[in-house]
């Protein structure tokens, strides 16, 4: 059974998969599945290719370890392309590189969208023993005071030479600013608007 509707016949039976990191959005590498690579890719969730130099299906990862573990399955507007965004146990490439193209595949950053779901969802769905919540709860006055008192504290630590304090209050004015743009309801996409708006403008 062919569930993604992936026209074998028209790809010589193989397709070509890309591989793309879930939270960096990194291209990792490219590799070829077919039908029986894609069904034992959904069934473990760890990406297994059809290896044309091998000429059998190939789990990546399983000499090395350095498994993909599958996030989401998608195939592309011809039915012929399939994306695979994944998160990486070890370095992707067997020359240790992090990716197959040479680049570099560290990337906190991604972590702020997960913080602004999760200060999103403890509005909605406040519990007793969330900091966050209680934020919400008393309002937006009290959440504009925290990041006036916050941008204090980076003020004062800036003028000091500590980097494990600075980096504190520097976390602490980010997330109570990520509060307010949630308590007053807005999106920090649109902040980026702005930002985008200005910077085009120059
Ligand atoms: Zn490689």
Redesign the pocket.
């Known amino acids: 059974m062919n569930k993604l509707n992936i026209d074998f016949e028209k790809v010589d039976g193989l397709v070509p998969a890309i591989i793309q990191d879930a939270d960096t959005n990194k291209v990792l590498?490219l590799g070829y599945m077919n039908q029986e690579a894609i069904d034992i890719t959904l069934e473990t969730k760890k990406v297994t290719f059809f290896s044309r130099t091998k000429n059998r299906l190939w789990t990546k990862g399983e000499t090395s370890g350095n498994f993909l573990t599958v996030v989401s399955l998608t195939v592309d507007c011809d039915n012929d392309t399939i994306l695979i965004k994944a998160k990486p146990v070890g370095p992707?490439?067997?020359?240790g590189?992090d990716?197959?193209f040479a680049e570099e595949n560290k990337s906190n950053t991604f972590f702020i969208d997960e913080l602004r779901a999760i200060i999103k969802d403890r509005k909605n769905n406040p519990t007793d023993h969330s900091y966050t919540a209680s934020l919400f709860a008393k309002g937006i006055n009290k959440v504009a005071q925290k990041v006036g008192e916050e941008a204090v504290e980076i003020v004062i630590e800036a003028k000091d030479d500590n980097k494990e304090l600075f980096m504190g209050e520097a976390a602490d004015l980010l997330y109570h600013y990520l509060v307010l743009l949630e308590a007053k309801g807005y999106e920090l996409d649109e902040v980026m608007e702005v930002l985008i708006d200005r910077h085009q403008k120059k």
């Open positions: 590498m992707v490439c067997h020359t590189d990716t197959c």
